[in-house]
């Protein structure tokens, strides 16, 4: 049995008692929304596709309590730069109001100011926001002012709890050290670690990254919680809380296109139709059954 708070995200569970297989839950415990493709920025190791989509409002709606009544414990918004969504006040609005769900957002922060967080303040229970690198790689590799990123994440700070992303690759893993140290001084509660993927135009990180990356994390020793992607391979022990929960009973994504895939960049995909979101994700796990 696996019981959650969405305020404080707390997980527990209680491993003495065991369901039988009928009344686990059915759906993904976290699923990811990219709610539009659009970005004002364009870094080059950005693997969300760059053809224009969004999600209709009326759609999202529709899958959010769908997924909340099948057991889905929380749904993380993003793109493309989910800020530039216009309907995200509403839909975040609309979870807390309506569902149990927990509601995250990962932003690039710069799009952040008084009116957003007045209107989002109460619907969202933690910001992500991507930092990659700091001082000239952050500007070099993300295009906006560090000093602006630092502004607009002690504004942040001030009305949510937050956590930073950071994609590693071969120019951020020389800054992990500062990384860290910008995310503990800036209250965050947790510095997520995402070894880059391949794209079309990067190859993701290499071994001598990921060697690196693993003796960093081995010597870590700030204030700030680490944390990785499930699918990330960092070559070092990580708690799984969840052991029974794995691949579709863990994780699943929706693209700003109506698809439901197994992975933000994972080539398998099932289009949502009218019978909904678990549909497609049924399907989704027949096919990797198959």
């Known amino acids: 049995m696996h019981l959650f708070d969405r305020q404080s995200g707390l997980n527990v569970l209680l491993d003495e008692v065991s369901l039988p297989e009928h009344a686990w839950s059915a759906a993904p415990r976290q699923v990811s929304i990219a709610v539009t493709n659009t970005c004002d920025l364009a870094c080059p190791f950005c693997y969300a596709p760059k ?5 209709e409002v009326s759609h999202l709606l529709s899958w959010m309590d769908e997924l909340d009544h099948a057991g889905t414990f929380g749904v993380g918004f993003g793109g493309g730069e989910p800020t530039l969504y216009r309907h995200l006040p509403e839909v975040c609005a609309y979870a807390a109001e309506n569902t149990g769900l927990a509601v995250t957002l990962t932003t690039h922060g710069h799009r952040w100011n008084a009116d957003l967080a007045s209107r989002l303040c109460g619907a969202v229970n933690l910001v992500r926001v991507s930092v990659d690198g700091v001082g000239s790689t ?19 700070a001030s009305d949510f709890q937050w956590g930073m992303n950071s994609v590693i690759n071969q120019d951020t893993v020389r800054e992990l050290d500062a990384i860290a140290a910008l995310a503990a001084e800036h209250g965050a509660s947790e510095l997520l670690l995402l070894p880059e993927q391949p794209t079309v135009r990067t190859p993701g990180a290499g071994q001598e990254t990921l060697r690196a990356l693993e003796t960093w ?55 949502i139709g009218e019978d909904g979101v678990m549909a497609a994700l049924k399907q989704l796990t027949q096919m990797g059954t198959a």
């Open 138 to 156: 952050y500007e070099r590799l993300r295009g906006r002012s560090f000093a602006l990123l630092r502004t607009s994440l002690d504004a942040i």
């Open 51 to 55: 053809h224009r989509a969004f999600l």
């Open 217 to 271: 994390v081995l010597s870590y020793t700030g204030s700030v919680p680490l944390a990785t992607s499930g699918d990330a391979v960092l070559g070092v022990p990580i708690a799984n809380a969840l052991p029974g929960e794995v691949g579709l009973r863990s994780y699943a994504h929706i693209d700003a296109s109506a698809t439901a895939r197994t992975t933000s960049y994972s080539s398998s995909r099932v289009r």
